[in-house]
């Protein structure tokens, strides 16, 4: 990464603090690590695996399969993307530069989005999986699982801003313990279905990855809807690409492994829940993980699982946490957001100031939600919503690639694979659960038009939103707003990092009107 340093003043004695991420804080094994926490699997396992089978039946391993294929290309095209352009702000820098700045924009704005939701969100599980490993009754204490889960939250808010290395250790050790976890129990599962030991679930076949469990296009499209988002959060790696080693290639494809990582272990344990558990418990459990924990090893298995899952959940609030804040430090640093989101704490070299304001923010409606039933109803409207956005930033991701790189796809099989088809027929993909999207809603809320309309409305409204920032930061012309082509093919080894390194707040354009 070169970094062009301001001369001193003649006989100065105090050192101007650039506002630079940390470089080479994270491993390349480590952005596989992030990867793999951000799509957090054991409780993605935990919270969907129900929803998802009550959808799509024997089917779902199919949903699983056929809607990691195109989440697989959109990974592909964050890695190249991301070769061309090293910018913790990820999407938001490259949909930029490749399609439109307004595109761009709103595509970081529906990650910030989305992400300061789930986080509001993934809180009150982890307090509850806490509380529910010691008594499981007290696990229906609203109070008493919203401090628990306000504390871990403001622990992996303190590890995101004291540093990425601290940071990268705490999800070495959480997801370590948890893919352990998930790996002895997949063995397990895959022995015992193998002999046969196995409670009254369904048969295996190699049928349930076709298409011919669906009810038709319509049941495939609501298992998709469920399944695609199995995946988010895998491209915690790429706003990590600054303070990664080599992070313009091994951000990219930390990635990629992560995506390959979890589809293997959602595959197995989805797998595993049809064969070993009887429908019935599926559709009635309230606690699934437990009643797969004690099929697969009787006695203590459930609640090893629930260990997982919990280390999973807090693993997740801390990979989400740094999406939202290197998306906020990129749009401050190029004076698309107040410049403080672009400043970072000068031993550190953390976005502090995102941090704290983040954190803030998600505190007082994770405990709003909580205390106040309105603002409750509207923040699980909200969470229903995170499709959209999540939708919305992928598939121009998966569009950016393809025109960015448009003269290269065709010079090889390779490219045309990697660079083109594959992220294209991702870039399809998400823009179709994006369009479906609004109407199941209502074939979600059939009794409930007026929720169907709320999730609506805050899905895409959320992001209609970012336009008012947009402009009035447009209106200061800005160099974000000018038209800077992603550099590609033969130019991408000797492309310099789009990072300023100047200080935000005595930048002479931070002063412009």
């Known amino acids: 990464m070169s970094n062009t340093v301001q001369d001193q003043p003649t006989g100065s004695t105090t050192t101007e603090h650039h506002h630079e991420l940390k470089a080479d804080g994270v491993s390349g094994a480590g952005a596989i690590v992030m990867a793999v926490a951000g799509s957090a699997p054991a409780y993605s396992i935990a919270a969907t695996t129900a929803l998802l089978i009550g959808a799509a039946g024997l089917a779902a391993p199919a949903a699983l399969l056929w809607c990691g294929i195109p989440m697989l290309g959109i990974a592909w095209a964050f890695a190249y993307l991301g070769r061309s352009d090293v910018n913790a702000g990820a999407s938001y820098s490259w949909v930029g530069r490749a399609l439109h700045p307004i595109l761009g924009y709103l595509s970081g704005w529906s990650l910030v989005i989305s992400a300061t939701i789930f986080m509001v969100a993934g809180a009150l599980p982890a307090g509850q999986y806490t509380v529910s490993l010691f ?33 990268a250790l705490a999800q070495w050790i959480m997801s370590s ?11 397990i599962a895959i022995i015992k279905a193998l002999s046969g030991a196995h409670t009254n679930g369904a048969a295996f ?8 469990h669906f009810s038709g296009m319509t049941g495939f499209i609501g298992a998709a809807l469920i399944a695609a988002f199995y995946y988010w959060g895998w491209d915690v790696s790429s706003n990590l690409n600054e303070e990664t080693t080599n992070g313009r290639k091994t951000a990219g494809i930390g990635g990629i492994i992560g995506v390959v990582i979890v589809f293997l272990l959602f595959e197995v344990f989805t797998i595993a829940t049809q064969v070993m558990l009887p429908e019935k418990t599926i559709e009635g459990s309230n606690n699934l993980i437990g009643d797969l924990g004690q099929a697969i090893i009787p006695g203590i298995g459930g609640k090893i699982l629930i260990v997982a899952v919990m280390l999973s959940t807090i ?34 070299k953390t976005p502090a100031f995102a941090t704290l304001v983040v954190t803030g923010v998600s505190l007082v409606l994770f405990i709003g939600s909580n205390a106040l039933g309105s603002v409750g109803d509207i923040l699980n409207a909200a969470i229903s919503s995170i499709g959209f956005q999540i939708a919305f930033y992928y598939a121009l991701a998966g569009i950016a690639v393809v025109v960015a790189y448009r003269r290269e796809i065709f010079k090889s099989v390779k490219n045309f694979l990697f660079i083109g088809l594959w992220p294209a027929i991702g870039a399809v993909f998400m823009a179709v659960v994006f369009v479906v999207s609004i109407p199941s ?9 007026g929720t169907a309309w709320l999730i609506i409305i805050i899905g895409i409204g959320t992001i209609a939103i970012g336009l008012v920032p947009m402009a009035i930061y447009w209106r200061k012309g800005h160099k974000y707003f000018s038209r800077r082509p992603l550099e590609t093919g033969e130019e991408i080894p000797a492309a310099t990092v789009n990072v300023s390194v100047i200080d935000p707040r005595t930048d002479p354009e931070h002063f412009q009107k």
Do not use: Y
Request: hydrophobic share 50%; aromatic share 12%; net charge negative.
């Open 205 to 212: 076949s190699w049928d349930w990855f076709g298409f011919g």
């Open 135 to 167: 008594d499981e009754k007290a696990a229906g204490n609203v109070w008493l699982v919203t401090g628990i889960g306000a504390i871990w939250f403001l622990v992996m808010a303190g590890c995101v801003l004291v540093g990425v290395t601290i940071t």
């Open 315 to 348: 693993a997740t609030l801390e990979t989400t946490l740094i999406q939202v804040t290197r998306s906020l430090f990129a749009m401050g640093r190029d004076h698309t957001l107040p410049a403080l989101f672009g400043t970072t704490h000068k031993k550190w």
């Open 441 to 449: 809603q209502f074939e979600s809320n059939p009794k409930d038009p």
């Open 177 to 187: 313990i948890e893919v352990a976890i998930l790996v002895v129990f997949g063995v």
